[in-house]
């Protein structure tokens, strides 16, 4: 099965600068990648997701770049806010298949 | 985008216990629903694929006869954990897809059980 691997595990950043987390996966059926942010006690919500067709995509300060030769895909936040602070989980999915979830990394932007 | 309702979001109850935590899509029909288990400060750990009006698929190492899942209809599905013990406890939050947009991935509220 499909094996996601997510680092770093935690990461702190000051205020404004951009903080980059990397995800890997095993499975090359895989073609759906979505990043997750979860804050304490409450449910991951998406907040952004590309497919393998693509190879980067951008929402404002959040972009996700994906290489699929490579089998690795990265979110990058840009201008971090201390609002920005959570934990982020990667995913891969292959379409109307289960989820596997990287190991979560757990930004801090300091103020 | 979707609406994934889960209840309870907190319950706290003896050992031996059964109790039932509810999952229901608000806004649209998932014909598949995941359970996922989340110890602090891990990642989600799924138990179980629940199809509507199928059997639901377990992970390796996860007991069917203690986490009953049931998927009766498009916009409802429940897991008991029987006899619940201690070592239960956890954050268990469930997620939808939804039948006419299958990519995307819906998740519950949560919901904390504690087994004292």
């Known amino acids: 099965g499909e094996n996601v691997e997510q680092h770093p595990s935690t990461l702190s950043v000051q205020e404004g600068d951009s903080a980059v987390i990397k995800c890997t996966y095993s499975d090359s059926a895989s073609n759906y990648f979505p990043w997750y942010k979860q804050e304490l006690g409450k449910r991951p919500q998406l907040i952004i997701d590309?497919?393998?067709?693509?190879g980067e995509k951008k929402d404002q300060r959040i972009a996700v770049t994906l290489n699929k030769t490579a089998k690795h895909f990265s979110l990058h936040i840009t201008e971090t806010q201390p609002e920005d602070s959570a934990v982020y989980f990667c995913?891969?999915?292959?379409?109307?298949?289960?989820?596997?979830f990287g190991t979560g990394t757990s930004l801090t932007v300091i103020p | 985008g979707a609406v994934v309702s889960q209840h309870p979001s907190w319950v706290i109850c003896k050992s031996g216990t059964s109790v039932k935590i509810e999952c229901r899509s608000l806004d649209f029909q998932a014909t598949t629903m995941f359970w996922y288990r989340q110890f602090p400060k891990q990642s989600l750990m799924l138990m179980a694929t629940?199809?509507?009006?199928?059997?639901?698929?377990?992970e390796q190492g996860v007991e069917k006869d203690k986490f009953l899942i049931n998927h009766a209809s498009l916009t409802l599905s429940t897991l008991t954990v029987t006899s619940a013990h201690p070592e239960d406890s956890s954050f268990y939050i469930c997620?939808?897809?939804?039948?006419?947009?299958?990519?995307?991935?819906?998740f519950g509220s949560g919901t904390q059980l504690s087994v004292l």
């Open positions: 590309i497919r393998s067709n693509v």
């Open positions: 995913a891969a999915s292959v379409t109307g298949n289960q989820f596997y």
């Open positions: 629940s199809n509507e009006g199928s059997k639901a698929t377990y």
């Open positions: 997620s939808a897809r939804s039948s006419s947009a299958s990519e995307k991935l819906f």
